[in-house]
């Protein structure tokens, strides 16, 4: 068995850093989460949805991120956008009760009709009246 040449073991190793350095977490970071929530808190919504909506695009899979758009959204009476948002929120994180109550008030502002079925698959469907 012949042993790699030190070009090829430097070349290999720059091609693994270079892989490396390209994954990106899967969540964001608690300090990350903590400074929308605080932007959010503090009344600085046009930080707080700048933040959101980079956590979205980042971390499309994380459900808080979505959740505070809903939120704003619904605050600034973007309500079609605030029912994308928590749809995105609830279909991430079914169990979570405050979204489901966000997306609910939300459709109702609409004079949609909401039902759901919170069986094992945490499904909900739309239906507009």
Not at 35 to 39: A, I, N, Q, W
Not at 122 to 125: E, K, V
């Given at each position: 068995m012949k042993l790699p040449t030190k070009h090829q073991i430097t070349k290999g190793s720059a091609t693994l850093k270079t892989r490396i350095s390209n994954i990106s977490p899967v969540d964001p970071s608690p300090q990350l989460l903590n400074?929308?929530?605080?932007?959010y808190q503090k009344g600085q919504y046009s930080n707080a949805e700048k933040l959101a909506k980079f956590i979205t695009k980042n971390f499309p899979k994380h459900p808080f991120g979505w959740k505070v758009l809903g939120v704003l959204y619904g605050q600034s009476s973007r309500r079609s956008e605030a029912v994308s948002a928590n749809q995105k929120a609830a279909e991430f994180s079914p169990q979570d009760a405050e979204v489901h109550n966000n997306l609910g008030n939300t459709l109702k502002k609409l004079g949609r009709v909401e039902l759901q079925n919170l069986g094992i698959r945490?499904?909900?469907?739309y239906l507009k009246n």
């Open positions: 400074s929308l929530l605080g932007h945490g499904q909900t469907i």
